[in-house]
């Protein structure tokens, strides 16, 4: 599943280099009124961001004992979000990278936007965060989108551009959001009819 997933995410990446390729500078940073003033270099630099993120979590899950995953503290480079020739070779980057780290080690994800003093920590796996970026990438593109229509209209992008292609895989036994979470519960926890 994992590696399914791995494929998934590099070629959502390839698809970002259809239009980096072909967008120039000033298209890029151009702000939109339509949306909130950012540029499709914010959105972009966005995708970039989380995904670097998940695949430095992915390579520590690997070897370390206590991977943990922080989107928000990961350092991105400006430049991705200013220039679409820096952003394609983040994105080469991580689509020759990502599939290196392919596994499913427990990462545990930071996030100090529930506690001022001390930031907390939830068990995920990387199968799980690899389906949130799947999903979160496939709405920023419909923002890119938006954004190319209004700054190169002639711009043409594949027809699957924003929908995730989900390939049909067997179905088995339901993944719990949280490895600690079993979904075989105790006799006490059942209700009597």
């Not at 503290?73 to 780290?101: F, H, T």
């Not at 970026?133 to 700054?151: A, C, M, P």
């Amino acid at each position: 599943m994992e590696r399914t997933l791995v494929t998934m995410a590099v070629n959502q990446l390839k698809d970002a280099g259809c239009y980096l390729e072909k967008t120039c500078d000033t298209a890029y940073n151009q702000p939109l009124p339509r949306l909130s003033g950012n540029t499709i270099g914010h959105f972009t630099r966005l995708i970039i961001s989380h995904y670097q993120a998940l695949s430095k979590a992915m390579r520590a899950s690997m070897t370390e004992e206590r991977a943990v995953l922080n989107y928000d503290l990961n350092r991105c480079y400006s430049a991705i979000g200013q220039s679409p020739r820096v952003a394609l070779a983040a994105v080469e980057d991580l689509c020759e990278k990502m599939p290196r780290y392919v596994n499913n080690g427990p990462v545990w994800l930071e996030d100090a936007s529930f506690s001022v003093d001390k930031p907390m920590l939830f068990p995920t796996t990387i199968e799980r965060e690899l389906l949130v970026n799947l999903e979160r990438t496939n709405h920023l593109f419909e923002l890119v989108k938006i954004g190319l229509n209004i700054v190169s209209p002639c711009l043409e992008l594949p027809a699957h551009f924003g929908k995730m292609q989900i390939p049909i895989m067997p179905v088995g036994e339901p993944v719990p959001m949280y490895p600690t979470f079993s979904l075989a519960e105790p006799e006490q926890f059942r209700i009597a009819v």
